[in-house]
């Protein structure tokens, strides 16, 4: 015993990493489990994504050891949320720590790697470590087992494992899978596309081949020798950490009543800390107290008049409580409402989150902060109590009570809720429900309005109807101070039978009750909401005549098929995410091995384990600094200062840069594009919101950080003109940048012909695209090292790191060679690590160049969003003229640009909006393009840069013609694709020959195979069944048009044959390595020797440097893979023409030659074993088109406006694959990154132009519950293409276009939910059939208003008028 307490070196803060154990003797207390480990450990996997709880990538395994009962609990945390010394005595398993290349990977990186899951695998160790806890977890439960290949995993629960996890690259249909395919219940046929078996396969072969897995020899996640220590004391030296862990209500009581109230101020009450995420802090506190250590707060009591939680109990421990108590409970009633409270909770954030989220401690931010809480809303209607103890007095209020008080006094700590036990009436029934409505089901979104009702309903005598006896309706979310009773609606419902008039009086009143507060957004959707719930709750029992024995109340209804009751449950939250099997087809070919195999990608294994570096894992070398960005708030102003309200700086601030502290020989440049350039540092004046004004340099990534929050920037704007921020400002103020001859579109016939011959004209419609943010999983990073003779050395995250190389150089007045950019990968790039990605890099070589010290930087995600520029906004203005039969004949466009400060790359757009848009046959095409300068950031290229909206625009066009016309747009969308005839006169030699075009046969196709007939047929069906959901679904097509740029390659052969690749091209997790080492192997392998079957083993394509490979240019365009291959197979072919003789010479004297003796041969005939080629693609066939074709299906929900989508079917053409699994997940995610810009990504900005859509809170990219339900690909090989690399086509960027298939569905569903609004006389007779813009994205409150904000209001008026016809 003595030992041991020696050896926790006496209130030591010990835990283990990866079984490794760890005694920190200081720390500052507000350290973070995620920044110790990045900063002090090997242990880089765990990455930040946002440091909000809201992305996943930092999640890992905590495990807690309980002596008493001798159990480990094990569960994942958000690291960037996890005080270090909150996890004293706890053992952490990061994907480290389940294997790694050398003593072997898990079983589930193996599968992450072989299912094709992991791209640019920055959110891939998260995803492992998810994975893994829903493993254990599901081992220790007990379940038979059911297989011995397999976990007690369900498929079920690995669909949800990663629900609080985000992916920017995959579009997660390959990560479930691996998931999947650890469940007992998978059916092995319903996994997708993986490299461990082929199609037709027996069922046995292919689960023999899945890395095996042993759930009986499952990692141990707590090391004995903590176990051991653990039996000592686990209280930190409160002193030393200043941590204090009181283990008594009356210690606490003490500590709070010595501290005196201004002392709280200094001190932070904490639980869990998960709270930062939302309110991020800057002030640092001198104490810490913990209350998880006090038993009242920590313990659930079941008792005959409730279920009383502790206040630190986490969410999830309070589901399982919630859950198992209704086992205690007699009345069914009750037993339902706790497990309705415990599904609702459920949904609340993330698995991660929850599992260490306290009770107590949302309570606590939503009584004092307004937070928009679910708990509250839930516990609200079902009559909670709260517990409270304020130094010396203690109380039990309602919870009613507890939030109209003042904002909880910092020395009060909630005890614990008490959830009372509903009993009714003997002959009386309760009902309960609970809703939320938030932009994602389950993953990690903040509802727009939430709501629960309780009711008490008994029989109305004689009748079959039900009278109400007693009722609580609550009310939050919605932008109030707190959630609300709606006392006024309950009032009116009491003793009332419920038919439509008196539903009429209900939602009048609760319109007029829940009212947002001024400033919060969408007012009247979050108000609609609030009817629409309410409705639905009381319309079961309005319009239904239910056995009163039955289960039925209460019961579910099944929502897909909205029968049961006569009334559809309309509440989509209550469905959880179900992926169904989905279709992968791809041919793949040998003829050219291994080009054309779908092998796995290049270093996914590395990746899901973490070994795989970035720029941020590189260690900081001694003496770093660390950067941040002060960034404008203001448009347009002069800059007369920055300071710190304190005066002095903050902790840690080793200096400020400006632009004044560019060395004179320099240049203040921060990025630049063939177009122009951009400065690093505003001087005296700043030109937009967002723009970099200087750099902060302290001694940690978080001083340098909260200095850059914490500085105040005077600004001056007298005598200067207003900012430009609209396109029509530019417009009046004639400010545009210029769009080189070279890049200017032509137009296509003559407009005024065109529409002489139409019979029908819409003349100058309106439509605006909105920016996006890229969202790429790491955020801007570089990390400059000086070196000797006046040169740096920069490790850049980005797709150009040739023009970082020269930016770099100006920057500092430097020549060239004495700048080297190094780049290993990327963690996502999508454009926004192109041009975006130079500032970073530059700021760091200048702060390193100037303080003689080795500088990085990690951009916050917020200063990320606010300075990313991101996809261009525009405004389009069209006018098409078109034939009774929907041929178009003419269209004519005028376009605005948004383009921010800088040129950036913003002059390609228009022809890129061009080649996109002229995929059908305008007949004649003309219009008018200007590139706006605005004081905006400057938006750059983002994946599929143009083509996006040019694509879009010209299926909104169609749209809009057939709506005018009243014809299907299927039809119309057909009648105007074009023949090779018109392509070539739209495309010229872009065209290509007659077989290239192969969109006819796509379109064609995707029809049969996804059954787009019988499906349109089918929603026709559903539609006029049902009320409340309408489904749409629509095929598009696309076009996309791209461009191969000169790429350098060189091959390398070392001594015992195995091969070094260097290409211009960046792996940004596009597979470009993968491609690259397929077309070494097969170039090289035409030398034709013994050995050369296994070369791919062999290749290593290495990062890219900018002075070993010069000429590198952007990754971009979706073409970098294949000229960087093209570049490498000239390098090879050279090497092979070398080798030649050495064989042939060898083959006379041996018979047969092998691979390494070949090399050794060479290297003694003093061969050059290395060859490099600068790939110039032939201007004839530098262009080509690709093309698409998907078909999409959804359903909209009339009520909350919330889009499912149920299917997506895509063919894409690929030519002859280079890497049919790297080409499909490059499609998948591709598409989901559009359904994000179409239905999700909202980018909002302030009226200055500062971007608010600053966070995970605030900005929803697409997660695991938001992609298609069913996601069938089907990449079509077109066979040989003469001027294509080996036949292959582009897949990086095309396939994004596709997503507008999602959106046009969700129009053609809309469009029935208006007919039918318009038949409830919701809408006027012109209005319900005249065309409708669908504004992009399609979020809840845009498609439920355009589905009508008062459609209840509507319907429940239409049926009081005719009872018969609106039933
Ligand atoms: C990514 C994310 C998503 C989320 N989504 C949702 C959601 O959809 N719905 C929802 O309702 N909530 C949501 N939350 C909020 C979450 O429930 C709270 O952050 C959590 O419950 C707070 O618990 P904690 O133990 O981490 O508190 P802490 O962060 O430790 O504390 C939070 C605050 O409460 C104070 N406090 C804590 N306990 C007590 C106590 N017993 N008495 C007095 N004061 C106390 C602390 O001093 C601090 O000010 C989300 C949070 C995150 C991070
Ligand atoms: S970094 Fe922790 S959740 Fe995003
Ligand atoms: S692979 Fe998931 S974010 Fe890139």
Redesign the pocket.
Known sequence: MESRERKRGGGNLVFAVNGERFEVTSIDPSTTLLEFLRSQTRFKSVKLGCG???CGACVVLLSKYDPVRDQVEDYTVNSC?TLLCSINGCSITTTEGLGNSKEGFHAIHHRIAGFHASQCGFCTPGMCVSFFSVLLNAEKRNRPDLSPDFSKLSVSEAEKAIAGNLCRCTGYRPIVDACKSFASDVDIEDLGLNSFWHKGESKENKVNKLPSYDSSCQLSTFPEFLKEELQSTVLLDSERYSWYSPVSIGELQGMLESKGANDMTRA???????????YKELASYDTYID?RKIPE?SIVKRGSTGIQIG??VS?TKAIVELKDSGKDIMYDDAKMLLRKIADHFDK???GS?RN???????L??AQ?SG?????VTVLLAVDALVEIVTVSKWETITLEEFLERPP?DSR???VSVKVPIWKQESHCKLMFETYRASPRPLG????YLNAAFLAEICPCHGTDRFKVNHVRLAFGAYGTKHAIRARKVEEILVGRTLDHEVLQETMKLVRATVVPEDGISHPSYRMSLAEAFLFEFLQMLSETSVEFSGVGLNGYIDSQSGTGYGVEKCDISHSPPQLLPAKQTIISSSEHHPVGEPIAKTGAALQASGEAIFVDDIPSPADCLYGAFIYSTKPLARVTGVHFKSGSPPNGVAAILCYKDIPVEGENIGARSIFGSEPLFASDLTRCAGERIALVVADTQKHADIAAALAVVDYDTENLEPPILTVEDAIERSSFFEIPPFLNPEHVGDFNEGMAAADHKILSAEIRLPSQYYFYLETQTALAIPDEDNCMVVYSSIQAPEFAHSVVAKCLGVPANNVRVITRRVGGGFGGKAIRAMPTAAACALAAHRLHRPVRMYLNRKTDMIMAGGRHPMKITYSVGFKSDGKITALHFVLLINAGISEDISPILPSNILNALKKYNWGALSFDIKVCKTNHTSKSAMRAPGELQGSFIAEAVIEHVAASLSMDVDFVRNRNLHSYDSLTLFYKHGAGEPTEYTLPTIWDKVATTSRYNQRLDMVKQFNEIHKWRKRGISRVPILHEVLLRPTPGKVSILQDGSIVVEVGGIELGQGLWTKVKQMTAYALSLIKCGGTEDLLEKVRVIQADTLSMIQGGFTAGSTTSESSCEAVRISCNMLVERLTPVKDSLQQKTGSVKWEALISQAYLQAVNLSASAHYVPESTSMKYLNYGAAVSEVQVNLLTGETTILRSDIIYDCGQSLNPAVDLGQIEGAFVQGIGFFMLEECLSDPDGLVTSDSTWTYKIPTVDTIPKQFNVEIMNSGYHQKRVLSSKASGEPPLLLAASVHCATRAAIKEARRQLASWGGLEGSEANSPFQLSVPATMPVVKELCGLHVVESYLKASLANPSRSN
């Open positions: 909000e709880g809201g949320l932070k009450i904490v639980v869990s800390n998960t709270g930062t995420g939302y209350l707060l206040a630190a969410i609340i954030a993330s989150v260490s989220a306290s009770i107590g401690g949302n606590a931010m004092r937070f928009p809480s679910d708990i909880l009060s700590i909630i990690n979104a903040l509802p």
